[in-house]
């Protein structure tokens, strides 16, 4: 308790960052050569607190560190914009990566995510997102006569209601397609993959099918498909109905027989729903689809309350480091819920914090824990 007591709400949170492996991401990468005063450590630090305070500019960044407790966590009394932007352009993007991906490897612990698998198929569920850029500051990513952008193609994990989490991004120029995307983010047999419209590719659908992936996709309203056979559904079932089709016309025509149901969503629309899974209840898979809904949360919560609003760079790899730097900032939020068991949402823990980051880490446990403490 002791050793909780001494450290800052801030460096509890920032704990699950191994020291040392961020040590051997620095060596290897050659970070903090020739550096002076901005070492790595303290450069991550301030990037995370900038995120977690919403801090809209370099400059903003800059005048933070006149806090005396920003100095004493970062060992720095002072920082230029451009000792800031030039460090965020620099850094290789995969050093941010492998601390994202080391952060999804401890949530998979704390989830027990290969114990579920031998419960229930976990979900992973794709989609996209596109971040829009200022078309004068950010000609590398135009997509439009008038506009500029990046698109996070994401894979989320969802184990059940209230656990959601990043596992996997790429990152590209908003103008890809989102199709070309599912070769890299589909690579675990093991579960069950959930996304939109946006990844329809008959063929890939083919070959999911034969090397064992499993697959919920909506399928568009004009798709041409051939009933094979029509499934029986329970009389109180919600689906309006369970086909065993081909997807396709004479010239294009998929070689496996998928499943195809039709159901109404919350507004009222009817659906076509496309599985390669024959083992599930027609109405289970109506909510494996429904799943779907979190990643559109994820997003939602990212651009909210995350500052990818207005990026500190202009270059592609500044940019691409912040999207990172804000994914790091969600799954350090994450442990936190899971390490205290805590009822209080991602996005609460991460408001206590702004509050009480240079409190005692004590104080601040004993806050999202919520119920759990009297």
């Not at 806090?67 to 850094?91: A, P």
């Not at 099918?209 to 041409?224: E, I, P």
């Amino acid at each position: 308790m002791d050793k909780i007591t001494r450290k800052t709400s801030f460096e509890q949170w920032f704990s699950p960052i191994s020291t040392e492996k961020m040590q051997e991401y620095v060596e290897s990468h050659q970070l903090n050569y020739y550096t002076k005063k901005l070492y790595m450590v303290s450069f991550l630090k301030i990037l995370l607190y900038a995120q977690l305070n919403e801090t809209e500019s370099i400059r903003a960044v800059r005048d933070a560190m006149f806090s005396e407790e920003l100095q004493q966590l970062t060992n720095l009394d002072s920082i230029s914009n451009s000792q800031l932007g030039r460090r965020l352009n620099q850094v290789p993007t995969e050093f941010f990566q492998q601390i994202f991906l080391d952060l999804v490897a401890q949530i998979h612990m704390k989830t027990e995510f290969k114990q579920h698998r031998k419960i229930s198929t976990p979900l992973k569920i794709i989609d996209s997102s596109t971040l829009p850029l200022n078309l004068n500051n950010h000609k590398w990513a135009k997509f439009h006569k008038t506009k500029s952008g990046v698109k996070l193609h994401l894979r989320l994990v969802y184990m059940e209601k209230d656990c959601s989490y990043p596992d996997k991004a790429v990152l590209t120029n908003a103008i890809e397609h989102d199709s070309g995307q599912l070769e890299v983010l589909v690579d675990d047999k093991e579960c069950m993959y959930v996304f939109d419209r946006g990844y329809l590719d008959y063929e890939r659908f083919d070959r999911m099918t034969d090397d064992g992936y499993f697959f919920v996709s909506r399928l568009r309203k004009n798709a041409v498909t051939r009933v094979m056979e029509t499934l029986r559904l329970p009389e109180d079932s919600l689906v309006l109905s369970d086909e065993m089709v081909v997807i396709g016309t004479t010239q294009n025509r998929s070689e496996n027989a998928f499943r195809l149901l039709k159901v109404i969503d919350s507004k009222g629309n009817e659906l076509q729903l496309l599985t390669n899974r024959f083992d599930l209840d027609a109405d289970e898979l109506a909510e494996l689809y429904k799943s779907r809904w979190a990643i559109e949360l994820f997003f939602k919560w990212m651009k909210q309350h995350l500052n990818i609003k207005k990026f500190y760079g202009h270059s592609e790899q500044a940019v691409h480091n912040q999207v990172y730097i804000a994914m790091i900032v969600y799954c350090l939020n994450v442990l936190a819920q899971l390490h205290t068991n805590s009822s209080y949402t991602y996005l609460e823990i991460g408001r206590f914090l702004k509050v009480s980051w240079w409190k005692s880490a004590h104080i601040w446990l004993r806050k999202i824990k919520g119920k759990c403490v009297p």
